[in-house]
């Protein structure tokens, strides 16, 4: 990963910084700290802003995204 999407997600997760848990988001703050100072994560807390990144930020398959317009369409 490169300096770039680290950085691209540590500003994403800040948006959600306030729904993470009391550990979750120490963590966080100290990767958000390193990202500021410009130091390069190494490679278990670049995992660990990975797994951050996936819990809040799932991805969606077409289809998931297609069965949810399909149930508020015909739910009206």
Do not use: C
């Not at 966080?28 to 500021?36: C, G, L, S």
């Not at 990144?53 to 015909?74: G, I």
Request: proline content about 1%; cysteine-free.
């Amino acid at each position: 990963m490169t300096s770039v999407e680290q950085h691209m997600m540590i500003q994403k997760l800040k948006s959600v910084a306030m729904k993470m848990g009391h550990d979750e988001r120490q963590v966080f703050e100290m990767m958000a700290k390193r990202d500021r100072d410009d130091e390069e994560l190494d490679s278990l807390t670049m995992s660990r802003l990975r797994q951050f990144h996936a819990k809040y930020f799932p991805k969606h398959s077409k289809q998931d995204l297609e069965d949810a317009w399909n149930k508020l369409t015909k739910g009206t």
